[in-house]
């Protein structure tokens, strides 16, 4: 892991877990290498990013980030739309870049969020490690670092 940045995965239901197929699920795949921490409660003032906000990540959260750490959940978006209410108020939601709710071809995988948002803010050597194990996992949903 980052020595700045703490990474944490949140599996809402149980069949999406660190204990998932780790050729499926590239957060799975990051628990089980170390680049990211499972959770049960996403800890206050760590940064979730949530694809349903309007506050955009960029380089002035860093500090909250390396404070507080980074956390996405590894879930379907229906399901993150529908578990939003049970997210405490104290925890900053992010969002990596708009996009067409009805459109999900251009969306990242919970390990390519990670590594887009680690890339933002000059983290590049920790986000190679996460882009590397998804162009092992065939992820084609990637950006250039």
Same mark, same amino acid.
């Given at each position: 892991? $980052?020595?700045?940045?703490?990474?944490?995965?949140? =599996?809402?239901?149980?069949?999406?877990?660190?204990? $998932?197929? !780790?050729?499926?699920?590239?957060?799975? +795949?990051?628990?089980? @290498?170390?680049?990211?921490?499972?959770?049960?409660?996403?800890? %206050?003032?760590?940064?979730?990013?949530?694809? =349903?906000? /309007?506050?955009?990540?960029?380089?002035? /959260?860093? &500090?909250?980030?390396?404070?507080? &750490?980074?956390?996405?959940? %590894? +879930?379907? #978006?229906?399901?993150?739309?529908?578990?939003?209410? @049970?997210?405490?108020?104290? !925890?900053? *939601? *992010? !969002?990596? =870049?708009?996009? /067409?709710?009805?459109?999900?071809?251009?969306?990242? $995988?919970?390990?390519?969020?990670? +590594?887009?948002?680690?890339?933002? =803010? &000059?983290?590049?050597?920790?986000?190679?490690?996460? @882009?590397?194990?998804? /162009?092992?996992?065939?992820?084609?949903? #990637?950006?250039?670092?």
């Amino acid at each position: 892991m $980052s020595e700045e940045i703490k990474l944490y995965v949140k =599996f809402p239901n149980p069949s999406y877990s660190s204990a $998932s197929d !780790v050729n499926k699920s590239t957060a799975a +795949a990051c628990v089980s @290498r170390g680049l990211m921490a499972e959770i049960i409660e996403i800890p %206050d003032g760590c940064i979730l990013l949530y694809p =349903f906000t /309007d506050t955009e990540l960029t380089i002035a /959260d860093k &500090g909250i980030a390396a404070k507080y &750490g980074m956390c996405m959940i %590894d +879930a379907p #978006w229906k399901m993150l739309k529908s578990i939003n209410s @049970r997210i405490s108020d104290k !925890v900053e *939601r *992010r !969002v990596l =870049f708009y996009h /067409d709710n009805d459109v999900h071809n251009n969306l990242l $995988s919970t390990a390519g969020a990670a +590594a887009y948002a680690l890339a933002i =803010f &000059g983290e590049t050597k920790y986000a190679g490690q996460i @882009r590397k194990l998804a /162009d092992v996992m065939d992820d084609p949903k #990637w950006i250039k670092l």
